[in-house]
């Protein structure tokens, strides 16, 4: 409790508080944060040239600051060559150390959180919208531009105006073929995409309480398409468990008030919800997956990878419902793990057999087909079932090609059908 | 930096997010004059060949959603557009507009204002923008007084140029007198 205040505060506001060493803090007023972590992917590239034009001589804090290159990974053409080249010679000058380069490389949020860069109570930034997966520690994780993060390089700190919070409680328990990422879907088709835009967005209850941390990554980084400016899960015995061998700095555990303001209160019942598909164009254009599947949507291209949800219980998720089954004829499986070292365990475990036996193309570890700038880039008339984020038009190439976003089990199951599937059905 | 601008306006959509501003294959671009060719490419194709300097952009709800990518402001300043003003913003491309020196104005009700073609005045001190073809205006919030600073100096590089070389000004005068 803040007594002079008169009310309690959100977890965003005691965040931001800690990290400004400003206490009484309302939301629209614009504080100075210390900033805990910044991570910076290709786009850090640009960073570069700001960097000098402010006449900064050095990064405030090299151990603070994390480089991974995600997108082009290896290099798929020569201007990514050039954004790989600026950056290596751009850590190597201002000592930079922390870089994850081609061998050792990942999806920039998934390095963040498997090699706990990340803790409780954070400030961090990164040159990526989807940098909000990282609030699951108990973080205030969030988007920042090049320019911005050239800023933050010189003086370790940026302005942020205080968000007012949402509140997203959740209670009931996944059926069949329900993950974490079908509450994530289904709470979009509510929030819309402009639903919490500015706002902090935090989950609780007991059904986010009993979430792994990698199912509230997947919550997490898809506050991003709400236009949460973070995503949060307050920090439990799960979190403290998996960042304890990991973390390389000193968490400070921060939770909300019980008299907490929140804009807004959202809660949700998961007992009956069924598996949920976001449908073109738009992730929050969201309908039961029954209802599609009704439809027999065709498709030419399946992808199950990104930050949203290619870490190693996806692909084992996917993996048993692979197992012994086929890529249905003419279409194309993408399976791209959300590091090197999750694709290292899927050597150990088979499951990199899994996919190949049945037709997929299992890639090296990288954003892939996500984006529409590297690798599975879809043509005008096609149709792809993706574990990703988004389905704008030209997301993954050509504006007219038709995204569907649905968990991993669905994509597999669609996979293996060649049309929109349920994987409840495959069980 | 002019408190007052006037322009030709272009109208867009709702939910014009960064992809359809510049498209994922253009991503390792890095010279702005070379991405402001590919500009709207996907919402608003003519954009990037007839634009003139000044160009006032006015959209929808949710303007600049999805990715983080400067790209999308950087072209837009490459070509000179003189302001964008929406019925509300994404918050990354929000923070990189004006890190990026441009004024960028949220002004709710004001898309249903203007048709393309018109000419838009926006008075960023009075919080008011008019649509000079037809007289009808709409008042905003104008900006906070850090964000009107940041406009001022030309941007978050120049902001913190002035930032970086007070504080070594400081330490130098400190070390003299020491």
């Known amino acids: 409790m803040s007594p002079s205040s008169g009310h309690g505060r959100t977890l965003a506001e005691k965040i931001l508080a800690r990290t400004s ?8 007023q614009i504080v100075e944060g210390s900033v805990d972590l910044a991570m910076m992917h290709e786009q850090g590239a640009q960073t570069v040239a700001p960097f000098h034009q402010m006449g900064a001589e050095k990064v405030w ?36 150390s922390h870089f994850y380069d081609v061998g050792h490389h990942g999806i920039c949020h998934q390095i963040l959180a498997e090699d706990g860069w990340v803790v409780p109570g954070d400030l961090a930034v990164g040159t990526d919208s989807h940098t909000n997966m990282l609030g699951a520690m108990g973080a205030f994780a969030t988007g920042i531009g090049p320019t911005e993060m050239a800023a933050v390089l010189a003086l370790g700190r940026l302005w942020l105006k205080v968000p007012a919070s949402i509140s997203i409680q959740v209670k009931g328990s996944f059926g069949p073929g329900v993950t974490a990422k079908d509450l994530i879907l289904r709470i979009l088709g509510e929030v819309k995409t402009t639903g919490a835009t500015y706002r902090a967005v935090e989950f609780s209850g007991p059904t986010i309480e009993r979430l792994s941390m990698p199912e509230r990554f997947t919550i997490c980084n898809m ?76 498709i030419d291209q399946a992808f199950l990878g990104s930050c949203t949800n290619a870490r190693i219980e996806d692909l084992r998720e996917g993996a048993a419902i692979m197992k012994g089954q086929k890529v249905a004829k003419g279409v194309r499986f993408i399976v791209s793990p959300a590091s090197t070292k999750i694709y290292d365990q899927c050597l150990k475990e088979g499951i990199i057999q899994v996919f190949t036996d049945a037709g997929a193309v299992f890639t090296n570890s990288s954003c892939s087909a996500c984006f529409g700038g590297n690798m599975g880039i879809l043509d005008r008339e096609e149709v792809c079932a993706s574990s990703s984020n988004r389905n704008f038009p030209g997301r993954m190439g050509a504006k007219e090609a038709r995204i569907y976003l649905m968990s991993p089990a669905a994509v597999v199951a669609s996979a293996i059908e060649g049309e929109i599937a349920d994987p409840r059905a495959l069980a | 930096m002019k408190t007052v601008l006037e322009g030709r306006v272009w109208t867009l959509g709702r939910d014009v997010d960064t992809d359809q ?34 160009d006032i952009l006015v959209a929808d709800e949710n303007f600049g959603s999805g990715s983080s990518r400067e790209h999308a ?28 020196g441009i004024p960028t104005i949220e002004a709710p009700g004001v898309r249903a204002l203007f048709s393309t073609g018109d000419t838009a005045r926006v008075d960023l001190g009075a919080g008011r923008i008019t649509n000079v073809t037809s007289g009808r205006s709409i008042a905003f919030p104008p900006l906070p007084g850090h964000l009107l600073d940041l406009l001022e100096a030309g941007g978050l590089v120049e902001k913190v140029r002035r930032e970086l070389e007070a504080a070594r000004a400081a330490a130098a005068s400190r070390g003299a007198r020491g």
């Not at chain 1, 060493?21 to 629209?28: A, I, K, Q």
């Not at chain 1, 603070?64 to 010679?89: C, F, M």
């Not at chain 2, 919402?43 to 300097?53: S, V």
């Open chain 1, 223 to 298: 506050t991003t398409e709400m236009g949460a400016k973070a995503g949060m899960v307050a920090p439990d015995t799960a979190t403290f468990d998996y960042l304890a061998p990991i973390a390389k700095h000193a968490m400070h555990p921060l939770r909300a008030d019980p008299d907490a303001q929140y804009e807004r209160t959202i809660s949700i019942d998961v007992d009956a919800m069924p598996p949920m598909v976001a449908c073109p164009y738009s992730p929050d254009n969201v309908r039961p997956l029954t209802d599609v599947v009704r439809e027999h949507v065709r």
């Open chain 2, 73 to 100: 402001p950087q072209a837009m300043r490459a070509i000179g557009v003189g302001a964008v003003v929406a019925d509300s913003f994404a918050r990354i491309f929000f923070r990189n507009a004006i890190n990026l």
């Open chain 1, 61 to 96: 804090d090299p151990d603070r600051v994390v480089v991974a290159l995600d997108h082009w990974v290896p290099a798929s053409t020569e201007g990514a060559a050039g954004l790989h080249r600026i950056l290596r010679k751009f850590a190597a000058e201002t000592n930079l």
């Open chain 1, 21 to 28: 060493g400003v206490e009484e803090l309302v939301p629209g």
């Open chain 2, 21 to 54: 501003i510049i498209s994922g294959k253009y991503l390792t671009i890095l010279d702005p004059e070379e991405l402001k060719k590919h500009v709207f490419e996907i919402a608003l194709p003519e954009f990037a060949a007839k634009a003139r300097p000044g």
